[in-house]
């Protein structure tokens, strides 16, 4: 079965900075369920933090998000599931399209 595609506010983001493998900082500010913030937690794969090279996979899949959002494209943000605090800031979890495809289908080595 499909996921329903749930654009969230139907507005395009630019990616400002990588924080890491699947967390990145967006212009402009995203607004769900009352929250707002930049950051953005990708969902769709994993970099699990227990493994003993988590450190070289963190770093890998940053530079695959790297190679995929630089040169200022747009995104789109999809199927919100939640927000969390991360230190002072909320982080939305949700699906990133580029060009309306998960960003997810770029990692299949890191799929759940």
Known sequence: MLKQL????????????????????????????????SLVELTG???????IHAQVANLLATNRLNSLLANNVTITLANPTRTYLDG????????????GVSVSKYFPDFQK
Request: charged fraction near 10%.
């Open 88 to 99: 002072v800031e909320l982080v939305l979890v949700c699906d990133v399209l580029l060009n």
């Open 45 to 51: 794969y994993t970099i699990t933090p227990t493994t």
């Open 6 to 37: 749930v654009q969230i506010q139907n507005k395009m983001w630019r990616v400002q900075h990588i924080i890491s493998g699947n967390k990145i900082r967006l212009i402009p500010t995203w607004n769900w369920n009352g929250a707002t913030g």
